[in-house]
C-alpha cells in the first residue's frame, strides 16, 4: 500500500471517531510525546547528565591550540 493511501485511511478513520474517541487518542499521543511517568523523567534526566558529563570530560583532554 502507498504511503499517500496509509495517510488517507488514517485520516478517514479519524474523521469517523466520535469525540470521546478522538480524546482518547489524542490522550494517547501526548502520552507517547510527552511521557509523564517519574520513571521516564528519571531515565531522561539521567541520560542527560550521561551526556554532559562526556562532553565535559571531552572538552578537558582538548588542549588549546595557543
Known sequence: MAP???KHEI???LESLDQTQA???LEFIKGLIYPNSE?????LK???MK???QALSKKRRI???F
Open 51 to 53: 551526556e554532559i558529563r
Open 23 to 25: 480524546n482518547k487518542v
Open 46 to 48: 539521567r541520560e542527560a
Open 63 to 65: 588542549n588549546p591550540a
Open 4 to 6: 499517500n493511501n496509509q
Open 11 to 13: 485520516l478517514a478513520s
Open 39 to 43: 520513571e521516564s523523567y528519571k531515565d
